[in-house]
């Protein structure tokens, strides 16, 4: 079946720092996003990039769907960036196929 | 705020009975999404509509769950039955065509 895999797994970064997360996936996607899972549960919606290079403040996301991968970059962290972070995405059919997760802790 | 909105937010229930949730999704989009995470896990897919029909069901929808989505409004999904494995947040989503999806808070569910 479809793969989808996120590393590192897990990250603790000095505030200030900047981080990079990384999503591989198995097949060709159709959508591609990423999310924030904060600690109350909820995925908040980062992007939606099936391809190309997006920014929004200081988080940015590149997507290379010929080479099957994405990029999530977090500049000058802050504690409030803690959480886990999903890459997800949809092939060929409608349902979103979720990576295992980076785990971002941001220490003061 | 329009978000997608889930009833109830936590529930607490003992193996054997049965549970509804409710998700209301963003007003005029077409596809309703239902997600299960577990403890550590991405979520996983469990059931997809486009209005009011049913598309796709994944195999972790055992017979003991059944979702609705009447007049291609709000949905239901119920557990029958519930099973101590059964407890999990589950989420429900939304999307207008084969677009971004938008996530609701979630119903935690614990079956004791």
């Known amino acids: 079946g479809i793969q989808v895999e996120q590393s590192p797994p897990d990250l603790i970064l000095q505030e200030g720092a900047n981080s990079t997360l990384r999503c591989n996936f198995s097949?060709?996607?159709?959508?591609l996003q990423w999310f924030h899972q904060n600690p109350w549960g909820q995925l908040i919606n980062l992007f939606y990039?099936?391809?190309g290079t997006k920014q929004n403040g200081r988080l940015s996301a590149t997507t290379v769907a010929t080479e099957r991968y994405s990029l999530l970059y977090i500049s000058s962290s802050q504690t409030t960036d803690s959480g886990v972070y999903f890459c997800?995405?949809?092939?060929?059919?409608?349902?979103?196929?979720f990576g295992t997760g980076t785990r971002l802790t941001i220490i003061p | 705020d329009t978000g997608v909105s889930q009833n109830p937010r936590h529930k607490i229930t003992k193996r054997g009975q049965n549970v509804t949730f409710r998700c209301d999704p963003i007003?005029?989009?077409?596809?309703l999404y239902w997600y299960r995470q577990t403890l550590g896990q991405g979520p996983e897919f469990l059931t997809y509509f486009q209005n009011e029909a049913q598309l796709e069901k994944s195999r972790l929808l055992s017979d003991r769950f059944s979702a609705e989505r009447p007049k291609g409004s709000f949905s239901t999904l119920e557990i029958q039955r519930t099973e101590q494995g059964d407890s999990a947040m589950y989420l429900c989503?939304?999307?207008?065509?084969?677009?971004?999806?938008?996530f609701g808070p979630g119903t935690r569910l614990t079956v004791t």
């Open positions: 997800a995405g949809v092939f060929g059919n409608e349902k979103l196929t």
């Open positions: 097949d060709s996607v159709n959508n």
């Open positions: 007003s005029e989009h077409n596809r």
């Open positions: 989503a939304s999307s207008p065509s084969h677009y971004e999806q938008y």
């Open positions: 990039i099936p391809s």
